[in-house]
């Protein structure tokens, strides 16, 4: 139940950052207006230039080939909260979805792709394609912990049956038993 409530609790806090609060005012910040041209040069450089931990290079179209064929939506949502090496949104905690999104589409139309800045319809595709990459990500978080704490519990029993056979090797020794 518990493990249960973690879940839901997650992957609501994961929809009001998403969607945002009903009675809450767009915050201007420094992404608001810029274009996917302007973001790449700001953040995505850093990566995408070089190919700095297998990130794709800007113009490689073997390398974006793949990605391009995911489709806009599944690519954008998967880059905007993480993937592979690539933190959620480029590790910028500010960069709103649409700068974000706009980004993503410049590079994949400069890398062989034909993608348009996404419009409000694709944009909300997006946040539900994040939405479930997010439950995902949950998901496998959750079997990672629990093969960590199985590893755990193996290695301590491991660890305490070595600590018994030590035990019994210093208690024969004491006694002048050789076992």
Not at 135 to 156: A, D, F, N, R, S
Request: charged letters at 25%.
């Amino acid at each position: 139940m518990k493990r249960y409530l973690s879940i839901s609790v997650l992957i609501g806090l994961a929809v009001i950052s998403l969607h945002g609060h009903a009675d809450e005012k767009p915050k201007p910040n420094a992404w608001q207006g810029k274009s996917g041209e302007e973001v790449y040069n700001t953040v995505c450089f850093a990566c995408h230039k070089a190919g700095i931990a297998d990130a794709p290079k800007l113009g490689d179209k073997a390398a974006w080939a793949d990605l391009i064929a995911e489709g806009q939506a599944v690519l954008t949502a998967h880059a905007w909260v993480g993937v592979r090496a690539m933190p959620a949104k480029g590790g910028q905690p500010d960069m709103t979805l649409e700068a974000f999104a706009d980004a993503v589409a410049w590079m994949a139309s400069n890398s062989g792709g034909d993608w348009k800045t996404p419009d409000d319809t694709l944009l909300a595709v997006i946040r539900e394609e994040a939405i479930q990459r997010i439950g995902v990500q949950v998901t496998e978080m959750q079997e990672m912990q629990q093969e960590l704490h199985k590893l755990t519990q193996e290695h301590l029993e491991t660890r305490l049956q070595n600590m018994e056979k030590q035990l019994q090797n210093l208690t024969s020794r004491d006694t002048g038993k050789v076992k």
